[in-house]
């Protein structure tokens, strides 16, 4: 047993070949035989670092076989998201947090199991449409094609909150350069470590800061011009609820902000202060990053539309919030 709860298992040429169950079912002799497939059904069980559900499967030597000492939540799936708005141009969806926006290169080598058990939006997003055409016209049927989307940004996998897809090229192009023109009206509800006053943050971000990790940087021309519009909405037990309004959207732009700031967003373990200076720890309890994009405006690429969409803080975080208003 490992301090942090874990039992760790070195796969030997003595076990190889043998199912995972049966070896679950030997490292607890006396436990019900019932309990090794409770393991597996509460995603508790990891194989090389990967989950596996797979009671059944061989192991092979050399695998290091980890039994959590708590269970590994569900990946969210289709049933999590919720779609704002859809058109034949473009479809507005609120991400959950934990799901990536779309499959990275070395995802795409993933077995077609993994990928199944870890959807991207982008993968669910076509059934998720077609299921509700289909109930709208009071057909049960899957289309033979599902319809097309297309990603024209990102959201880290653990932020949550508003995207927007097109789902024709024309769509795509007027998208693509409305991010670009920096004219999407973007804001993000966020809560950060200690009580952050209204300010706007601007400076040039670069891949390497000087430590390996994105961040500000002194010449203009090694990074992008970065600007975020900071507001205190509640200041909380020693937190801050805070909306960042964006000018620019570069990749971490609010999380490398905030932290350089000395207020890094709670749950964020990659930044935790300025470079060359101590990490600020974190001991918020946060269930996870708390960023979510709480407001998503543009221009519809064929009408010309305003169009504005706003969504509230998701449960987990309000919840968050809630228990440090009791403290």
Same mark, same amino acid.
């Given at each position: 047993?490992?301090?942090?709860?874990?039992?760790?298992?070195?796969?030997?040429?003595?076990?190889?070949?043998?199912?995972?169950?049966?070896?679950?079912?030997?490292?607890?002799?006396?436990?019900?035989?019932?309990?090794?497939?409770?393991?597996?059904?509460?995603?508790?069980?990891?194989?090389?670092?990967?989950?596996?559900?797979?009671?059944?499967?061989?192991?092979?030597?050399?695998?290091?076989?980890?039994?959590?000492?708590?269970?590994?939540?569900?990946?969210?799936?289709?049933?999590?998201?919720?779609?704002?708005?859809?058109?034949?141009?473009?479809?507005?969806?609120?991400?959950? #947090? /934990?799901?990536?926006?779309?499959?990275?290169?070395?995802? %795409?080598?993933? +077995?077609?199991?993994? =990928?199944? @058990? $870890?959807?991207?939006?982008?993968?669910?997003?076509?059934?998720?449409?077609?299921?509700?055409?289909?109930?709208?016209?009071?057909?049960?049927?899957?289309?033979?094609?599902?319809?097309?989307?297309?990603?024209?940004?990102?959201?880290?996998?653990?932020? #949550? /909150?508003?995207?927007?897809?097109?789902?024709?090229?024309? %769509?795509?192009? +007027?998208?693509?350069? =409305?991010? @670009? $023109?920096?004219?999407?009206?973007?804001?993000?509800?966020?809560?950060?470590?200690?009580?952050?006053?209204?300010?706007?943050?601007?400076?040039?971000?670069?891949?390497?800061?000087?430590?390996?990790?994105?961040?500000?940087?002194?010449?203009?021309?090694?990074?992008?011009?970065?600007?975020?519009?900071?507001?205190?909405?509640?200041?909380?037990?020693?937190?801050?609820?805070?909306?960042?309004?964006?000018?620019?959207?570069?990749?971490?732009?609010?999380?490398?902000?905030?932290?350089?700031?000395?207020?890094?967003?709670?749950?964020?373990?990659?930044?935790?202060?300025?470079?060359?200076?101590?990490?600020?720890?974190?001991?918020?309890?946060?269930?996870?990053?708390?960023?979510?994009?709480?407001?998503?405006?543009?221009?519809?690429?064929?009408?010309?539309?305003?169009?504005?969409?706003?969504?509230?803080?998701?449960?987990?975080?309000?919840?968050?919030?809630?228990?440090?208003?009791?403290?």
């Amino acid at each position: 047993m490992r301090r942090d709860g874990s039992q760790v298992v070195h796969v030997r040429e003595s076990n190889a070949g043998q199912l995972l169950v049966a070896l679950l079912r030997r490292l607890q002799p006396d436990a019900p035989a019932s309990e090794a497939a409770q393991l597996l059904r509460n995603r508790r069980v990891q194989i090389d670092g990967n989950l596996c559900e797979d009671g059944r499967r061989r192991l092979k030597m050399g695998e290091v076989v980890k039994i959590l000492p708590h269970a590994v939540a569900a990946p969210p799936s289709a049933d999590d998201i919720h779609v704002h708005f859809a058109d034949e141009q473009l479809v507005v969806v609120e991400k959950p #947090s /934990g799901m990536t926006t779309m499959r990275h290169a070395e995802e %795409a080598q993933w +077995s077609a199991r993994r =990928q199944r @058990r $870890e959807p991207t939006l982008e993968d669910v997003l076509p059934d998720l449409l077609a299921q509700s055409a289909s109930s709208s016209r009071g057909k049960q049927r899957r289309p033979i094609r599902l319809p097309r989307v297309i990603p024209v940004h990102r959201l880290d996998r653990d932020t #949550s /909150g508003l995207m927007v897809f097109a789902r024709t090229t024309n %769509a795509e192009r +007027s998208l693509v350069e =409305q991010f @670009r $023109e920096h004219s999407i009206d973007r804001a993000y509800l966020t809560i950060v470590s200690g009580e952050i006053i209204a300010q706007t943050i601007e400076s040039f971000l670069a891949r390497d800061r000087g430590d390996g990790k994105r961040g500000s940087v002194a010449d203009p021309s090694t990074g992008q011009h970065a600007v975020t519009h900071v507001r205190p909405v509640e200041v909380v037990n020693g937190f801050t609820l805070v909306e960042c309004r964006l000018e620019t959207g570069r990749t971490h732009q609010i999380r490398i902000h905030l932290s350089e700031a000395g207020h890094p967003v709670c749950g964020d373990k990659e930044y935790r202060g300025p470079l060359g200076q101590k990490l600020i720890l974190d001991h918020s309890g946060a269930p996870r990053l708390a960023l979510h994009a709480a407001e998503l405006g543009f221009e519809h690429p064929l009408t010309g539309e305003s169009l504005h969409f706003e969504t509230r803080l998701p449960r987990d975080l309000s919840d968050f919030l809630r228990k440090q208003r009791r403290t």
